[in-house]
């Protein structure tokens, strides 16, 4: 009795679950450079996911994680068990984008692409770092979200619920192109 084993089909020369990556989104670098900045002056600590395969594409924030000016601790037990995993991401608010003794143990435990971001956390201020910690060449893909105005995407600002505003009885307010 022949046995069903569902077969995805993918392209050939299309990465697999668990390729190491060669692209981060935009999206994902620019989420980790803003929490980055939000965490100066201590350091800010994360995990790199990629989904779709060979492409990084989320920031996971692992519960537990500590951090201080010179120092992120990582709760590697916390982490989902999930083969997209890839690596690391975290800050060095001192600007230096090589990897200290302490960032080389690490890389060479565990994962296979890790980011170190550094000071005053803007599009060129990070590097990647493969397992051994040789620097690599990461393709950043996608790109930047729109600037503010017509075409911008609709921001929410919350208001005070208990005083009105100028603009209307409402307690939330949406800024954005007017509805149709």
Do not use: K
């Not at 395969?53 to 590697?76: D, K, V």
């Amino acid at each position: 009795m022949p046995i069903f084993r569902p077969q995805r089909r993918r392209s050939p020369g299309a990465p697999r679950l668990g390729d190491t990556p060669t692209r981060i989104t935009r999206r994902c670098l620019d989420l980790a450079l803003a929490n980055a900045a939000s965490s100066y002056p201590n350091e800010f600590g994360g995990i790199l996911r990629s989904d779709p395969p060979g492409t990084i594409s989320e920031l996971l924030l692992l519960p537990g994680t500590t951090a201080g000016r010179r120092h992120a601790n990582f709760q590697l037990q916390m982490l989902p068990v999930d083969l997209g995993v890839a690596g690391t991401v975290h800050s060095h608010p001192s600007g230096a984008l090589h990897p200290s003794e302490a960032d080389l143990s690490l890389f060479r435990r565990w994962g296979r692409r890790h980011v170190i971001l550094g000071h005053p956390f803007d599009e060129g201020c990070w590097r990647a770092y493969d397992g051994n910690g040789a620097e690599i060449t990461i393709e950043v893909t996608g790109d930047r979200p729109a600037s503010a105005g017509r075409d911008a995407l609709r921001t929410y600002r919350p208001r005070s619920v208990h005083r009105p505003t100028a603009e209307g009885p409402g307690p939330l307010a949406f800024d954005g192109p007017d509805e149709a």
